[in-house]
């Protein structure tokens, strides 16, 4: 609508672990035990079955809420053009040592069977003894503190005399305990440097160390155990004193062939039952206490995760990282929020770690690593390639033509599906060129190669949901600067992350998740737990079901497309989590109604009498205008307006401005709400230049729901049943009739992007021009005029005041229960000599009279400011310093004083207005004041006393009431 080119392209990732693990549990249903029974070919043949089926919903979730993209370009991470960039990518980062493969301490999933990154780990906090169930519906006990006696190895040989206490929360992992740790300066234990304990449940004999980092003197009893196979720390400390690795755990969670044979093929927390009792039996059991602690669990599963000692694919991120920080920090990238750039820095600066790349899955990109081994042989060696082919080919000139195909073994492992999903910022528009060169040089040039590369890369806006910052955002920056050499956007955008109407994140287990298509189109609650996935344990499913019954006792109405999406705009301030009510949604709906409603009565304007819709072919006395812009490109979608606006404050307190050689009578009223558009116009783009969707969102709802609607729309049908006596008449109602265009027509525009569906079907209906685009979606978006203001700030406060007088009657009625007003009488109290004018004057005497359905309304001028008066309390309204109503019920109203309304009223704002009082005071008190621009002091001071003066007068009608 800004008239630039746009690519917005789709896409969606393979998922791998979700997928996966989904098919199988649906393999599992139908009495399949295992994926090994079906073997990798027909297993991974049943995944693509699987997606074919379901894998397009996010698509079509995108499609019916109207998102814009170029659906030509989708793209899936697993299709031929992101396996090439895997494989390319893939082969030059391990070319230039940046992929490695090396045994370290990784993330292991049992019930998943397959490593994770750090950051796929859920570090779960209990603040004390705590039941957990897992995926295997096992329940085990967390959260204790169990307190054990270590032997010492006798110096001289004899029997066991000394301990040292170790307190441990996995008292299973001493099976693989290889040393006892202790702080050099602590004094406790100098007597046992150098000393050997003796490992209680294997018998053997371990070191005691002196190590300063792992152990912490003034926790716990000082005395750490080291098992290094199975705690990152404890590896560290082993590194740094040589101290062997024993891994006691095999991939399924069971005791290895490492520990004593009566612990082999047990489950790793039954075994935590044989060592206590063992413990017990030899007297080494000293206490197990209640003990708050961070549990690390799968965020795939919710297992719980085994520190295991693997040979993994892992990429060296530390230069990567550095230039993706230096990306953000010298504002190369900008990032919306701006709090989320301390994370960013925290995470890849402090908490960066290699990335281990690898998993253990069938689905997914297949690592391009071939393993040659030569006969009895246990050494690897790992050939990395484009192909197969090409594999072979390196195998045979590295040891010799009697390497065969089946000699060499491509590894069954896959990548991490973040990999290639980092990628898609410039495989999506055509990265690599080709399988051989994958870097971009002057021959290569993208401009030469791939046109959209040259218009689009890098991307300007990278909008994403803030928990996948990490996942995937840093990612991409690290793997696309490396490639192309530039980042792969400016800006990062952030939204929230939608929970449910309690805070809790959405989850099928809990039946609290929202389905968009359902918000659209509308569900019943039998349709909900009708949905619920067959793959939830019975458990689980019994719960979604409660759940759904009780948050949706009645389903989800219908909500539509543009509702749903207002909404989510409306709410993207709100910090990192969006509490999503489905009432919110239903609001917004009653919102597009509104729109609706107004487009309605403004055609029926526009049809004037007789109602024939065809009413611009028809009518020749009106020839509608877009006063705030036109469609001439070469009037950059505005209008200039070179007449003076000057408003006739002596004879018609209008302003006569002449559009399309008409002459149209604008009232105050009319240039209050083309001001307050303008304003909006100026709102919404500087919102949206800022990506402040929430802030633009609100203010277009207010301004069309408050301004437009409930006031302009009401004063409008006055003003055009006044228009049909009056010598002015014609005038006025063409100043009406084109006033209700601009705001209409402009609303609709400014709307479009958060409303397209109900903006374009009333844009069509209310289109006048062959000028006009086809669609509201190639119009130009509204723009802050470079013509002079409607009217200046004196004409445009004196609309205010007019519209808060009628809003204080009507106020003042209500609170007094006054149901015939037919003969209430108004008598506006003003110094203001421009004020006394507009409300002594015919017109604007009946629009307050018929807005508020009272009988007469007087006005009387002040000779000086309202705290010099001494007017009754019976039915009083300050309006501001210069302005006040009285009202007068006759036998209607009979009692005097305020109501009890009106008390709390003048009570609320005559806080308000002392606190506003003290902020002006102390702010112009301030030492650095005297250098703010005369001007501005000049404003303060005048809106200092205009305080000052209500509050009086407020106080003052408190204290007759009182």
């Given at each position: 609508?800004?008239?630039?080119?746009?690519?917005?392209?789709?896409?969606t990732?393979?998922?791998?672990?979700?997928?996966?693990?989904?098919?199988?549990?649906q393999?599992?249903?139908?009495?399949?035990?295992?994926?090994?029974?079906?073997?990798?070919?027909?297993?991974?043949s049943?995944?693509?079955?699987?997606?074919?089926?379901?894998?397009?919903?996010?698509?079509?979730?995108?499609?019916?809420?109207?998102a814009?993209?170029?659906?030509?370009?989708?793209?899936?991470?697993?299709?031929?053009?992101?396996?090439?960039?895997?494989?390319?990518?893939?082969?030059?980062?391990?070319?230039?040592?940046?992929?490695?493969?090396?045994?370290?301490?990784?993330?292991?999933?049992?019930?998943?069977?397959?490593?994770?990154?750090?950051?796929?780990?859920?570090?779960?906090?209990?603040?004390?003894?705590?039941?957990?169930?897992?995926?295997?519906?096992?329940r085990?006990?967390?959260?204790?503190?169990?307190?054990?006696?270590?032997?010492?190895?006798?110096?001289?040989?004899g029997?066991?005399?000394?301990?040292?206490?170790?307190?441990?929360?996995?008292?299973?992992?001493?099976?693989?305990?290889?040393?006892?740790?202790i702080?050099?300066?602590?004094?406790?234990?100098?007597?046992?440097?150098?000393?050997?304990?003796?490992?209680?449940?294997?018998?053997?004999?371990?070191?005691?160390?002196?190590?300063?980092?792992?152990?912490?003197?003034?926790?716990?009893?000082?005395?750490?155990?080291?098992?290094?196979?199975?705690?990152?720390?404890?590896?560290?400390c082993a590194?740094?004193?040589?101290?062997?690795?024993?891994?006691?755990?095999?991939?399924?969670?069971?005791i290895?062939?490492?520990?004593?044979?009566?612990f082999?093929?047990?489950?790793?927390?039954?075994?935590?039952?044989l060592?206590?009792?063992?413990?017990?039996?030899?007297?080494?059991?000293?206490?197990?206490?209640?003990h708050?602690?961070?549990?690390?669990?799968c965020?795939?599963?919710?297992?719980?995760?085994?520190?295991?000692?693997?040979?993994?694919?892992?990429?060296?991120?530390?230069?990567?990282?550095?230039?993706?920080?230096?990306?953000?920090?010298?504002?190369?990238?900008?990032?919306?929020?701006?709090?989320?750039?301390?994370?960013?820095?925290?995470?890849?600066?402090?908490?960066?770690?290699?990335?281990?790349?690898?998993?253990?899955?069938?689905?997914?990109?297949?690592?391009?690593?071939?393993?040659?081994?030569?006969?009895?042989?246990t050494?690897?060696?790992?050939?990395?390639?484009?192909t197969?082919?090409?594999?072979?080919?390196?195998?045979?000139?590295?040891?010799?033509?009697?390497?065969?195909?089946?000699m060499?073994i491509?590894?069954?492992?896959?990548?991490?599906t973040?990999?290639?999903?980092?990628?898609?910022?410039?495989?999506?528009?055509?990265?690599?060129?080709n399988?051989?060169?994958?870097?971009i040089?002057?021959?290569?040039?993208?401009?030469?190669?791939?046109?959209?590369?040259?218009?689009?890369?890098?991307?300007s806006?990278?909008?994403?949901?803030s928990?996948?910052?990490?996942?995937?955002?840093?990612?991409?920056?690290?793997?696309?600067?490396?490639?192309?050499?530039?980042?792969?956007?400016?800006?990062?955008?952030?939204?929230?992350?939608?929970?449910?109407?309690?805070?809790?994140?959405m989850?099928?287990?809990?039946?609290?998740?929202?389905?968009?298509?359902?918000?659209?189109?509308?569900?019943?609650?039998?349709?909900?737990?009708?949905?619920?996935?067959?793959?939830?344990?019975?458990?689980?499913?019994?719960?979604?079901?409660?759940?759904?019954?009780?948050?949706?006792?009645?389903?989800?109405?219908?909500?539509?497309?543009?509702?749903?999406?207002?909404?989510?705009?409306?709410?993207?301030?709100?910090g990192?989590?969006?509490?999503?009510?489905?009432?919110?949604?239903?609001?917004?709906r009653?919102?597009?109604?509104?729109?609706?409603?107004?487009?309605?009565?403004?055609l029926?304007?526009?049809?004037?009498?007789?109602?024939?819709?065809?009413?611009?072919?028809?009518?020749?006395?009106?020839?509608?205008?877009?006063?705030?812009?036109?469609?001439?490109?070469?009037?950059?979608?505005?209008?200039?307006?070179?007449?003076?606006?000057?408003?006739?404050?002596?004879?018609?307190?209008?302003?006569n401005?002449?559009?399309?050689?008409?002459?149209?009578?604008?009232?105050?009223?009319?240039?209050?709400?083309?001001?307050?558009?303008?304003?909006?116009?100026?709102?919404?783009?500087?919102?949206?230049?800022?990506?402040?969707?929430?802030d633009?969102?609100?203010?277009?709802?207010s301004?069309?729901?408050?301004?437009?609607?409930?006031?302009?729309?009401?004063?409008?049908?006055?003003?055009?049943?006044?228009?049909?006596?009056?010598?002015?008449?014609?005038?006025?109602?063409r100043?009406?009739?084109?006033?209700?265009?601009?705001?209409?027509?402009?609303?609709?525009?400014?709307?479009?992007?958060?409303?397209?569906?109900?903006?374009?079907?009333?844009?069509?209906?209310?289109?006048i021009?062959?000028?006009?685009?086809?669609?509201?979606?190639?119009?130009?978006?509204?723009?802050?005029?470079?013509?002079?203001?409607?009217?200046?700030?004196?004409?445009?406060?004196?609309?205010?005041?007019?519209?808060?007088?009628?809003?204080?009657?009507?106020?003042?009625?209500?609170?007094?229960?006054?149901?015939?007003?037919?003969?209430?009488?108004?008598?506006?109290?003003?110094?203001?000599?421009?004020?006394?004018?507009i409300?002594?004057?015919?017109?604007?005497?009946?629009?307050?009279?018929?807005?508020?359905?009272?009988?007469?309304v007087?006005?009387?001028?002040?000779?000086?400011?309202?705290?010099s008066q001494?007017?009754e309390?019976?039915?009083?309204?300050?309006?501001?310093?210069?302005?006040?109503?009285?009202?007068?019920?006759?036998?209607?109203k009979?009692?005097?004083?305020?109501?009890?309304?009106?008390?709390?009223?003048?009570?609320?704002?005559?806080?308000?207005?002392?606190?506003?009082?003290?902020?002006?005071?102390?702010?112009?008190?301030?030492?650095?004041?005297?250098?703010?621009?005369?001007?501005?002091?000049?404003?303060?001071?005048?809106?200092l006393?205009?305080?000052?003066?209500?509050?009086?007068?407020?106080?003052?009608?408190l204290?007759?009431?009182?």
């Open positions: 609508m800004k008239g630039a080119s746009c690519l917005w392209v789709p896409g990732d393979h998922a791998g672990i979700a997928t996966q693990t989904v098919v199988e549990r393999l599992q249903s139908t009495g399949i035990k295992s994926r090994h029974d079906l073997g990798r070919e027909e297993f991974v049943k995944i693509w079955d699987w997606k074919e089926t379901y894998g397009n919903q996010i698509v079509s979730q995108l499609m019916r809420t109207g814009s993209l170029d659906w030509d370009m989708n793209a899936f991470t697993l299709d031929k053009q992101r396996e090439l960039a895997v494989r390319v990518a893939f082969n030059k980062l391990h070319k230039d040592g940046k992929i490695y493969r090396a045994q370290r301490l990784v993330n292991w999933c049992p019930y998943l069977q397959s490593v994770i990154s750090d950051i796929e780990v859920d570090h779960e906090q209990v603040e004390g003894r705590t039941y957990l169930t897992l995926p295997t519906a096992q085990i006990e967390v959260g204790v503190l169990y307190t054990i006696k270590y032997p010492l190895k006798p110096l001289d040989g029997d066991v005399t000394e301990h040292l206490i170790v307190s441990t929360t996995r008292p299973e992992t001493i099976i693989g305990d290889t040393a006892l740790a702080h050099p300066e602590d004094d406790r234990y100098k007597a046992f440097h150098g000393r050997q304990a003796i490992n209680p449940i294997t018998g053997r004999v371990i070191p005691i160390v002196t190590d300063n980092i792992l152990v912490d003197i003034t926790f716990g009893t000082g005395v750490v155990k080291v098992t290094p196979a199975h705690d990152a720390n404890d590896f560290s590194e740094r004193h040589g101290l062997p690795a024993i891994s006691v755990f095999d991939v399924h969670g069971k290895n062939e490492n520990a004593p044979e009566n082999r093929k047990m489950d790793r927390f039954d075994a935590r039952k060592v206590m009792n063992i413990l017990t039996e030899k007297d080494l059991f000293v206490e197990k206490k209640s708050a602690m961070a549990i690390a669990r965020s795939r599963t919710n297992d719980i995760i085994e520190p295991m000692l693997m040979y993994q694919w892992f990429l060296d991120t530390k230069e990567l990282a550095s230039d993706a920080v230096h990306a953000v920090r010298s504002g190369e990238i900008s990032m919306h929020p701006q709090s989320a750039k301390q994370d960013w820095y925290n995470w890849l600066e402090r908490d960066q770690r290699d990335w281990c790349i690898s998993r253990q899955l069938w689905w997914g990109h297949r690592i391009p690593a071939w393993k040659y081994q030569k006969a009895g042989e050494e690897e060696d790992w050939i990395v390639a484009l197969q082919e090409e594999a072979l080919k390196q195998a045979k000139l590295k040891y010799g033509d009697h390497v065969t195909q089946d060499i491509q590894d069954p492992d896959v990548l991490d973040w990999f290639s999903s980092a990628l898609f910022p410039i495989s999506t528009l055509g990265w690599p060129w399988a051989e060169d994958s870097s040089t002057d021959a290569n040039h993208p401009a030469a190669i791939n046109p959209e590369f040259a218009s689009f890369y890098p991307l806006v990278m909008e994403t949901g928990d996948i910052l990490f996942f995937w955002v840093a990612r991409m920056v690290m793997l696309c600067k490396y490639f192309t050499n530039e980042v792969p956007f400016r800006s990062i955008l952030l939204h929230a992350m939608v929970r449910d109407a309690e805070g809790r994140k989850s099928k287990s809990l039946g609290n998740v929202i389905d968009p298509i359902q918000v659209i189109e509308g569900v019943t609650k039998e349709e909900m737990i009708n949905g619920i996935s067959s793959n939830l344990a019975s458990q689980e499913l019994e719960r979604a079901k409660k759940s759904i019954a009780t948050n949706f006792p009645t389903g989800i109405k219908e909500c539509g497309t543009d509702a749903l999406r207002f909404t989510l705009a409306m709410y993207t301030q709100q990192k989590s969006i509490n999503l009510d489905v009432s919110r949604i239903v609001a917004n009653h919102f597009c109604n509104k729109i609706w409603q107004a487009t309605k009565f403004c029926r304007a526009f049809e004037g009498d007789g109602g024939n819709t065809d009413f611009f072919a028809r009518d020749s006395q009106w020839n509608p205008a877009l006063l705030l812009g036109s469609y001439e490109p070469e009037n950059e979608s505005h209008v200039t307006r070179s007449l003076d606006l000057t408003f006739d404050w002596d004879k018609d307190l209008s302003v401005y002449t559009e399309n050689k008409e002459s149209l009578k604008l009232d105050l009223i009319s240039l209050w709400i083309l001001n307050s558009l303008e304003n909006s116009i100026i709102s919404s783009n500087a919102s949206l230049s800022r990506m402040d969707l929430s633009s969102a609100q203010g277009l709802h301004f069309f729901w408050y301004d437009f609607c409930d006031e302009y729309l009401e004063f409008a049908k006055l003003i055009l049943k006044y228009s049909e006596t009056s010598e002015d008449g014609p005038e006025r109602s100043a009406v009739r084109n006033v209700l265009y601009t705001n209409l027509e402009c609303s609709l525009r400014l709307l479009h992007p958060f409303m397209p569906f109900v903006t374009e079907k009333l844009w069509q209906n209310i289109k021009s062959e000028k006009q685009p086809p669609s509201v979606m190639i119009a130009p978006y509204p723009l802050p005029s470079p013509s002079p203001s409607w009217a200046g700030p004196k004409v445009i406060n004196c609309a205010k005041t007019l519209i808060e007088i009628t809003s204080a009657i009507r106020s003042l009625n209500k609170s007094y229960g006054i149901t015939d007003t037919s003969c209430a009488v108004c008598t506006v109290h003003t110094s203001d000599s421009d004020l006394f004018k409300f002594n004057s015919e017109f604007y005497e009946y629009l307050i009279r018929e807005r508020t359905k009272i009988g007469k007087k006005v009387e001028i002040l000779k000086d400011d309202l705290s001494q007017d309390v019976k039915g009083t309204r300050i309006i501001d310093a210069r302005t006040k109503i009285v009202m007068d019920y006759g036998s209607e009979e009692a005097s004083g305020l109501s009890e309304s009106e008390k709390q009223k003048f009570t609320k704002d005559a806080n308000t207005l002392e606190a506003s009082i003290e902020k002006m005071k102390t702010q112009m008190a301030g030492s650095n004041y005297a250098k703010a621009p005369v001007k501005i002091r000049e404003q303060h001071a005048v809106q006393a205009d305080m000052e003066k209500q509050l009086s007068e407020i106080k003052k009608l204290g007759q009431a009182n």
